[in-house]
């Protein structure tokens, strides 16, 4: 089943550049719909999700300065990196060549830590796991539609940008197993891997994607974010009922 779900971010990853591979408009009519929608279920899995089950499995205070000591991390590994991320593709500009083997690497160590965080929760609980991996995959469609173009700008054929994206994806798969094999040594620290798994999403949603939505002031549109943004949290909110239920 970790498999399974791990794989369902790939999906994502298929989905999110197939859609700009065949109907290239649709990148500047849902962009900014999509990424309202990724930070509300981001937010919503770490609030929602994540924490709460932390929480319950840890200490309280632990578990908070552990989500911070996390998000400083996430901050430091960004600056040494130096990788272009969500925020790349804000850029209407080309880039140059270089980016676009850079995004590929970027997006493969995610997608590494993405299979980490679902095993991790999988761990904890089914209907846990599977609110994240869905986490997830709401943020992976709109990234990837980001990071195709971004390599169609450095200058690659778009059936090859395509492809490469979709491998880099695939990165989630062995994340996703080793944590699972690693399981027996992890156990104890199932909290503490909650709670950085939570510090990644609210790093990626205020950091990484939040700043995208600004660049929209028009009022309609701005109001249409929100919506989305509250949609996404709510489809979180419901996912985690439904699945505490079936669990």
């Known amino acids: 089943m970790i498999v399974a779900f791990s794989l369902i971010g790939s999906l994502g990853a298929l989905i999110g550049a197939g859609a700009l591979f065949a109907f290239p408009s649709l990148h500047v009519r849902l962009k900014m719909p999509l990424l309202a929608y990724a930070v509300g279920t981001l937010l919503g ?74 095993a991790t929760a999988f761990l904890i609980s089914t209907p846990l796991g599977a609110i994240t991996a869905l986490a997830v995959v709401a943020h992976e469609i709109p990234q990837e539609l980001g990071d195709f173009t971004i390599l169609i700008h450095s ?63 028009e009022p309609r549109k701005s109001a249409l974010q929100v919506i989305c943004l509250l949609f996404g949290i709510a489809t979180m909110m419901l996912l985690h009922q439904l699945f505490a239920r079936i669990g």
């Open 45 to 118: 899995g770490a609030f929602i999700g994540l924490l709460p089950n932390a929480i319950e499995h840890g200490d309280a205070k632990t578990v908070l300065l552990t989500t911070l000591a996390g998000i400083i991390a996430f901050f430091l590994l960004e600056k040494i990196l130096h990788l272009p991320h969500v925020h790349s593709q804000a850029e209407d500009h080309p880039v140059i060549h270089p980016a676009g083997s850079m995004i590929l690497v970027g997006d493969a160590f995610h997608n590494f830590v993405d299979g980490v965080v679902i």
């Open 155 to 217: 200058g690659w054929e778009r059936r090859r940008a395509y492809w490469m994206n979709f491998l880099s994806a695939t990165t989630a798969i062995p994340g996703a197993l080793i944590a699972y094999g690693a399981r027996g040594f992890i156990q104890p620290y199932l909290p503490f891997l909650l709670a950085i798994s939570a510090s990644s999403f609210l790093y990626i949603a205020m950091t990484d994607i939040a700043p995208i939505l600004h660049h929209e002031v």
